[in-house]
């Protein structure tokens, strides 16, 4: 059974910049395709960002593409969502979520294990 605590979140201004982890455990990090979705109030949930099992393929909803940076580090065994030049609209709780399969999935049905969630609010 793998575990994902996802940390980092909170309250910045539109303009700043904020960075949020994922550390899975019980499970080889290396097997995961890993992904960031966000949820906002009344809307339905959207993957942000995913990043394949070696690091070398990464996807980007057309919303943050250009603004956020998805990354792994096997040797912290994390996995971070760089977001920069942040807007009141990015205001959601956000989800690691991962897979144990290659190919970047793009739906939260496609992924097995969920984070519990860390709440990112943007004003303006």
């Known amino acids: 059974q793998l575990q994902l605590v996802d940390t980092g979140g909170g309250l910045v201004q539109a303009g700043d910049s904020l960075r949020l982890s994922c550390a899975p455990s019980?499970?080889?990090?290396?097997?995961?395709?890993m992904a960031w979705f966000r949820q906002a109030p009344g809307k339905e949930q959207e993957l942000v960002a995913s990043i394949s099992r070696n690091g070398d393929t990464t996807y980007y909803s057309n919303s943050v593409k250009g603004r956020f940076t998805i990354t792994r580090v096997s040797a912290e065994n994390t996995v971070y969502l760089q977001m920069s030049s942040m807007k009141p609209e990015d205001t959601a709780v956000y989800y690691c979520a991962a897979r144990p399969r290659a190919g970047m999935g793009m739906t939260g049905a496609a992924y097995d294990y969920w984070g519990q969630g860390t709440q990112v609010t943007v004003s303006s």
């Open positions: 019980g499970r080889t990090f290396v097997l995961y395709t």
